[in-house]
């Protein structure tokens, strides 16, 4: 009688009744005798045969390893005259590298909108297990990106998992964000890495912003706000009748911008008068009136909303948040009150 002295291979975790092939192979010179096979010793609790194959196999779910583990077993061959040779086979149980298991994507995350870069999302830092005790890192895999720039609005630390504002953020253009992050392990032996994705949302809070007040500029989102020293030229004729609505310069056609698009109740007031330095162009000629002109204007002049604006196709993003503006003499100003000669 004669057998092999062999080695098998088996994956941990390899569930109840996995073979390991081959079986052990066996001969005996007695042709008529039956062999059958048996584990002598320890089995370690992990490993049975089969009395007639000679298969090895799983006696049960074989352990999770955080590294190989080789386990000798000795296999008695016995022929039916009651002879016997025993066989060691070695089993390497290899230990399998997992992917990292995330373990907070539902969270709730939030981040208010106009956050600077480097703003920190509000909730946990995105985390994931790693069954071998791998370190894991984090990328973002894809996510909203920044038109302007070409750049991802949001970062992640590698391996922190805590997610920042890295590009502008308006409620008004997205209410929430889908991200899909990469989380890789890094393996401490030559198993090859694994990555696994998962989303994340992160809901954008709406921060009450005020109106501001842009000049015409083809009506573009990119439009420079009216400065303090410049303002709105408008031209007063002299005796100009009560609620006389006033004209305006065509580069400084006065437009108010509805950032939260749902603003109401607004309200308009004038800060100051001073008399105009510079002739709006394709108006009016020439500018007249001095300081004097300017008080008297200040104490009747008053300004509206107008209606909405509706710029050429394409020419802005958000046309509905767009308004005019009316400068008009109020009802209440006094008879030849502009009567300057």
Known sequence: MSSETGRRQAAEESPQGTAF????????????????FSIQGSDHGLFAIDTSTGML??????PSLATSTEYQITVRISDSTGLFLDASVTVTVADVN???????????????????????????????TDADGNDVVFTIFSGPIDSRTGQP??????????????????????????LTIAATDRPDDLSTAITTHGQVIIEVLDVPEAP??????????????????????????????????????????PIWYDEDLASTNVTFSIVSVAPA?????????????????????????????????????????????????????????????????
């Open 212 to 253: 501001r007040v842009v000049g015409h500029v083809d009506l573009r989102e990119s439009s420079v706000s009216l400065s303090a020293s410049r303002g709105i030229i408008v031209r007063v004729g002299e005796n100009s009748p009560r609620s006389t609505v006033l004209a305006v310069g065509a580069s400084d056609r």
């Open 21 to 36: 092939a081959p079986p052990v192979g066996a001969f005996d010179e007695d042709f008529n005798d039956t062999i059958s």
């Open 98 to 128: 997992n992917g990292p298991v995330y373990t907070n994507l539902a969270s709730l995350r939030t981040v208010s909108e106009n956050a600077v870069a480097g703003t920190a999302v509000s909730g946990p830092a995105v985390s994931a």
């Open 277 to 341: 330095t510079v002739a709006p162009a394709g108006l009016w000629g020439g500018v007249s009136g001095g300081s004097a002109a300017a008080t008297a204007l200040a104490a009747s002049l008053e300004v509206r909303g107008a209606g909405s604006v509706t710029p050429p196709a394409g020419d802005i993003v958000r046309p509905s948040r767009y308004h005019r503006m009316e400068f008009y003499l109020s009802s209440s100003a006094a008879p030849g009150l502009l009567n300057f000669e």
């Open 153 to 178: 609005i949001f970062d992640i630390g590698s391996t922190s998992g805590s997610i920042t504002v890295r590009g502008p953020i308006s409620f008004e253009t997205h209410s929430s964000f889908t």
């Open 57 to 62: 196999s799983a006696s049960s779910q074989l």
